[in-house]
Nanobody
Framework: QVQLVESGGGLVQAGGSLSLSCAAS????????MGWFRQVPGKERRFVAV???????YYIDSMKGRFIISRDNAKNTVYLQMNSLKPEDTAVYYC??????????????????WGQGTQVTVSS
């Protein structure tokens, strides 16, 4: 059982930066891959980035190097550093944890636990 709590969302101007954090419970945090998804009203939740238990990272191509995912296993925390934010980045951002290898890492079914989400709003 894993509980996830996101923080760090807010309102930022286009071109600005935000750093999201996701604090996780559990003694086996290091055994989970940790992902970030985002969702806007009326649309499906979509993959943003993931850092695997191995430390390997993957991003959607549209991020163009603007986002950086990292983890600190000692703190049971995963981060999403978001730079050069654009209005189209506006969404609720969700942290997710999973250990399954049966699904593509971009598929939300690969994740077993989800946070409550944190709102990110980018103004133009």
């Amino acid at each position: 059982q894993v509980q996830l709590v996101e923080s760090g969302g807010g309102l930022v101007q286009a071109g600005g930066s935000l750093s999201l954090s996701c604090a996780a419970s559990g003694r086996t945090f290091s055994s989970y891959h940790m992902g970030w998804f985002r969702q806007v009203p009326g649309k499906e939740r979509r993959f943003v980035a993931v850092i695997l238990r191995t430390g390997d990272t993957y991003y959607i191509d549209s991020m163009k190097g603007r986002f950086i995912i990292s983890r600190d296993n000692a703190k049971n925390t995963v981060y999403l550093q978001m730079n050069s934010l654009k209005p189209e980045d506006t969404a609720v951002y969700y942290c997710a944890a999973g250990r399954s290898s049966s699904y593509n890492i971009h598929n939300q079914d690969a994740y077993d636990y989800w946070g409550q989400g944190t709102q990110v709003t980018v103004s133009s």
